[in-house]
């Protein structure tokens, strides 16, 4: 009798189940699959791609791959026993191991880096002996009563005060990519009128008496334009002689414009195309490490201010769950970013999967010439 009471309460400590999320956790399981099966490939495929592609092996590229390592340690491993546990409503591997993936639970969520790993250890270390099964979420995670003041502090800290810094460095960016296109576009357009406006012979020096080469470019372009508006009115009077004359049989040249010289040189032109193209791909990086930020706010907050206003644990359990749930996506979803708004690492996935696809392709060929 004292053994089956002793396993009655283990079960109840350890266990999530409650009628209104007995619907709901099949919903999370086929939602933690999904991140399980996406955020492994994806990451997997990420530091593959910096591994074998040049291109990629940059110092900003670097951050990324980090990222997606502590991603692939969640997905490969934490996320499955998430999903074991939505799906019996219960813990099913002791207090050790419970206290081991809260602990590992933290490090991946809160670890953007790997160089960063030993500060977010000592911080959430502390945290061992409350470390416990939540049924709230249906996982192991801290106790949110006893933990209460420290918990409150380092997660206000960690995330709140972090984020808080990402965004204003985003703005700062922001402010600078801005600065820069406005003078780029300024100066484009000083460029463009300078080669437009034409000079005087009296400024053919300049105060140094050196030769500025201005007006031999000017004058040309305005011969060259007499001489073009002086064909074509030879042509326009032809024209109209052959019009009243009636129907003739036409056999002449085709009228062809002739196309003045260009008075630009080449090296000016490819300079400007070349800063347009840079400052373009530093928007566009620029926009895709903003857009994984925002990301990463839309997965922790609803999670965080729930922890941080729930005191008490009076709000439902389906709405825990659904918060906890929804950072599961943080792990996942960054390798489909990357595919979408950087394009050299769209044609390294590419190219892996080309790869990998090979052997099944050619599989296929030969099955079907037999």
Same mark, same amino acid.
């Given at each position: 009798?004292?053994?089956?009471?002793?396993?009655?309460?283990?079960?109840?400590?350890?266990?999530?189940?409650?009628?209104?999320?007995?619907?709901?956790?099949?919903?999370?399981?086929?939602?933690?699959?999904?991140?399980?099966?996406?955020?492994?490939?994806?990451?997997?495929?990420?530091?593959?791609?910096?591994?074998?592609?040049?291109?990629?092996?940059?110092?900003?590229?670097?951050?990324?791959?980090?990222?997606?390592?502590?991603?692939?340690?969640?997905?490969?491993?934490?996320q499955p026993i998430s999903v074991d546990s939505y799906l019996h409503l219960r813990w099913r591997s002791g207090q050790l191991w419970c206290s081991i993936f809260g602990l590992l639970l933290?490090?991946?969520?809160?670890?953007?880096?790997?160089?960063?790993? +030993?500060?977010? &250890? %000592?911080? *959430?270390?502390? =945290?061992?002996?409350?470390? #416990?099964?939540?049924?709230?979420?249906?996982?192991?995670?801290?106790?949110?009563?006893?933990?209460?003041?420290?918990?409150?502090?380092?997660?206000?800290?960690?995330?709140?005060?972090? +984020?808080?810094? &990402? %965004?204003? *460095?985003?703005? =700062?960016?922001?402010?600078? #990519?801005?600065?820069?296109?406005?003078?780029?576009?300024?100066?484009?357009?000083?460029?463009?009128?300078?080669?437009?406006?034409?000079?005087?012979?009296?400024?053919?020096?300049?105060?140094?008496?050196?030769?500025?080469?201005?007006v031999n470019t000017c004058s040309c372009e305005m011969s060259s334009q007499a001489d073009l508006t002086q064909h074509t009115e030879v042509i326009t009077s032809e024209r109209s002689s052959?019009?009243?004359?009636?129907?003739?049989?036409?056999?002449?040249?085709?009228?062809?414009?002739?196309?003045?010289?260009?008075?630009?040189?080449?090296?000016?032109?490819?300079?400007?195309?070349?800063?347009?193209?840079?400052?373009?791909?530093?928007?566009?990086?620029?926009?895709?490490?903003?857009?994984?930020?925002?990301?990463?706010?839309?997965?922790?907050?609803?999670?965080?201010?729930?922890?941080?206003?729930?005191?008490?644990?009076?709000?439902?359990?389906?709405?825990?769950?659904?918060?906890?749930?929804?950072?599961?996506?943080?792990?996942?979803?960054?390798?489909?970013?990357?595919?979408?708004?950087?394009?050299?690492?769209?044609?390294?996935?590419?190219?892996?999967?080309?790869?990998?696809?090979?052997?099944?392709?050619?599989?296929?060929?030969?099955?079907?010439?037999?």
């Open positions: 009798m004292l053994m089956n009471i002793t396993n009655h309460t283990e079960d109840d400590v350890f266990s999530c189940y409650s009628p209104s999320v007995v619907g709901y956790r099949y919903f999370a399981v086929v939602w933690g699959c999904a991140v399980t099966i996406t955020g492994t490939v994806g990451n997997l495929m990420t530091i593959l791609a910096f591994a074998l592609d040049a291109r990629l092996r940059t110092r900003f590229n670097v951050l990324i791959v980090n990222l997606a390592a502590a991603d692939l340690l969640y997905c490969t491993i934490l933290f490090l991946s969520n809160s670890v953007s880096i790997i160089t960063l790993c +030993l500060v977010a &250890v %000592g911080s *959430f270390a502390p =945290l061992w002996s409350v470390y #416990v099964f939540v049924p709230q979420v249906c996982t192991c995670s801290f106790d949110r009563i006893r933990g209460r003041p420290y918990t409150t502090i380092l997660l206000f800290f960690y995330f709140f005060i972090g +984020l808080g810094c &990402v %965004g204003v *460095f985003y703005l =700062l960016i922001y402010r600078r #990519v801005r600065i820069a296109s406005q003078a780029l576009l300024r100066y484009r357009l000083s460029r463009r009128s300078s080669r437009k406006k034409p000079a005087s012979p009296a400024q053919g020096t300049d105060d140094s008496g050196v030769d500025s080469g201005m052959q019009s009243t004359q009636g129907p003739v049989s036409i056999k002449s040249t085709p009228d062809v414009a002739p196309t003045p010289p260009s008075s630009t040189p080449a090296g000016p032109s490819s300079h400007s195309a070349a800063s347009s193209g840079d400052d373009g791909e530093f928007k566009r990086v620029t926009r895709m490490c903003f857009t994984v930020f925002l990301c990463f706010v839309f997965c922790f907050v609803p999670f965080l201010l729930l922890n941080i206003a729930d005191k008490k644990n009076r709000a439902p359990q389906v709405l825990h769950m659904f918060s906890a749930n929804l950072t599961w996506l943080n792990s996942c979803i960054n390798p489909i970013l990357y595919a979408v708004m950087n394009r050299q690492f769209r044609q390294a996935y590419h190219v892996l999967l080309t790869r990998a696809a090979a052997p099944f392709t050619s599989l296929w060929t030969r099955l079907g010439n037999n």
